[in-house]
């Protein structure tokens, strides 16, 4: 530390070679002829008060030294400065304290230099909650996180007891909350929580910051955490940014613990007396403790949260969009040789040029939606019957030109290589299908597993597949797998040509290859 005060003129030389022409404490100190712990104190001093080159013109050697030297402020009394206005118009867009001291003078030309100024709206500032020295800007950030305390709720027929978790959502720059208790801490739940906290704002935040909820964030890491799907889905619809809290940084987390802490107190250990019986039952007195907890004045402000809300974050938050979310999850299902993709247990036909492809399926109770590069290429309505098909005309070439070499007597003939028990089985699924290709992966994959197997194990897996009635790939993998097929029959199964006009038999295929040439 310096011993003896340099002249503002040496002072300001300091800071144009350091900030302004990037040289380094030893050459400035060189240079201007001075100790390099001198040139490296006031470089410090100029950091703490956020001092750049240039300096403003309107900075003059007075006002920069009451910025370096805090102490040497004189006590002469003059009107304040009105803090908590400073404070409000700070958190909006382009605002700055140099901006609003031009103001304060123009009010008050005998008011503060602009150095005394600053200092003292710090200091004002440092007697603020804790939860409220953050700097955020209007509208900008929305924490959320659950609270580290349970709710009771009680089943009264069974006197169970069913801890409710309380989720918070807290705006930055005014503070101004919402909370909802959830029986689940599951994606649904978070999903939904989340919409009904854009509800409650009636606009959205620019950036939604959670605590690396394992639910939300799939991988949590410090620089490229992965956002859950369904997550990022809903943080598009409503044009709102997610940016997990960063590991280990506690700054990132005070506001919303400060929040979490709060709802603690005013909302779980007030309502720590009453017995509720149901989810609706707790939810109805949140909102009441909530109301009181956002009309209740803010220490040191005179203002409540929902004043501030009103007054500085909804002017700069985004309009809500014209519908709510719907809720979606995702999977990543490949498209089969059949171009039909498995989700959920049933099959969705796509354009059959994606065959082969790793496509994105986005589920909700009504719709399935298959993307491919982010393309949207097939919407069908949601099929609950298990291992049905669900096919869309225009996802077929036409005649199937795209599978005419797997056509149903070429799979026959390739089967037949293996033997007439697998020949028998192919033609036995193909029958069972709607259309005969829906049956040629469950066939294909029968067939090669030769590959793995052998020809004469696979027959004799066939052939127990049949007798079973099993009609299906898994069953003969399973067969194979735990060596049943090595097992005697109990019987020879007849094989008997049956005749109903339900059921196709080997001239159908043979006509339907004469009609295809």
Not at 201 to 208: L, Y
Not at 251 to 265: F, G, M, N, T, Y
Request: net charge positive.
């Amino acid at each position: 530390m310096a011993n003896v005060r340099l002249s503002m003129r040496k002072i300001k030389e300091v800071l144009r070679l350091c900030l302004g022409n990037g040289i380094s404490a030893r050459q400035a100190a060189q240079s201007c002829g001075i100790g390099r712990a001198t040139v490296s104190d006031y470089l410090e001093r100029a950091k703490k008060a956020g001092i750049t080159w240039p300096l403003p013109d309107e900075l003059d050697e007075a006002a920069l030294e009451g910025l370096l030297f805090p102490s040497s402020l004189t006590g002469q009394k003059r009107d304040m400065p009105p803090f908590e206005y400073l404070y409000k118009e700070l958190k909006k867009k382009h605002t700055t304290l140099q901006l609003l001291w031009h103001e304060y003078r123009e009010n008050t030309p005998d008011g503060y230099q602009y150095s005394q100024f600053c200092v003292r709206y710090r200091a004002w500032v440092k007697t603020l909650e804790v939860s409220l020295r953050q700097d955020y800007k209007a509208g900008e950030k929305l924490f959320v996180d659950f609270a580290g305390d349970t709710i009771p709720v009680h089943d009264q027929a069974t006197g169970a007891i069913t801890p409710a978790y309380l989720f918070v959502a807290t705006m930055g720059a005014s503070n101004y909350t919402y909370a909802q208790a959830v029986l689940s801490q599951d994606l649904f739940a978070w999903i939904s929580l989340h919409v009904n906290a854009f509800q409650f704002f009636g606009a959205v935040p620019m950036i939604t910051v959670p605590d690396n909820l394992k639910t939300g964030v799939s991988r949590p890491c410090r620089y490229e955490p992965d956002i859950n799907p369904t997550y990022q889905d809903m943080a598009s619809h409503y044009g709102t940014t997610i940016i997990p809290a960063r590991v280990a940084k506690p700054r990132d987390k005070a506001k919303v613990e400060s929040a979490v802490l709060i709802a603690e107190r005013w909302i779980i250990a007030s309502l720590r007396n009453h017995t509720f019986f149901s989810i609706e039952e707790l939810n109805k007195a949140i909102r009441e403790k909530l109301a009181e907890l956002n009309d209740r004045p803010l220490q040191k402000m005179k203002v409540s949260r929902k004043e501030l809300f009103e007054s500085i974050d909804r002017p700069a938050m985004k309009p809500l969009p014209e519908r709510r979310y719907e809720y979606a999850e995702w999977e990543k299902p490949r498209v089969n040789i059949d171009y039909h993709v498995e989700v959920r247990r049933h099959y969705y036909s796509v354009p059959y040029q994606l065959k082969g492809e790793q496509v994105d399926a986005r589920i909700t109770a009504r719709t399935i939606e298959i993307f491919f590069k982010g393309k949207r290429v097939a919407a069908h309505v949601r099929g609950y019957a298990p291992f049905k098909h669900s096919t869309l005309t225009e996802h077929m070439p036409e005649s199937h030109r795209r599978y005419l070499e797997w056509t149903p007597s070429r799979i026959i003939s390739w089967a037949e290589k293996t033997g007439p028990s697998t020949a028998e089985l192919v033609k036995e699924i193909m029958e069972k299908k709607p259309h005969p290709e829906q049956g040629f992966r469950s066939c294909l994959g029968i067939i090669r597993l030769h590959k793995i197997y052998g020809q004469d194990r696979l027959e004799a897996a066939c052939a127990r597949a049949l007798y079973l009635h099993a009609y299906s790939y898994k069953s003969v993998k399973s067969i194979l797998d735990t060596n049943l097929d090595s097992s005697e029959l109990p019987g020879e199964r007849p094989v008997s040509v049956i005749h109903h006009e339900n059921i196709r038999g080997t001239q159908y295929y043979t006509k339907g290859e004469e009609h295809a040439h």
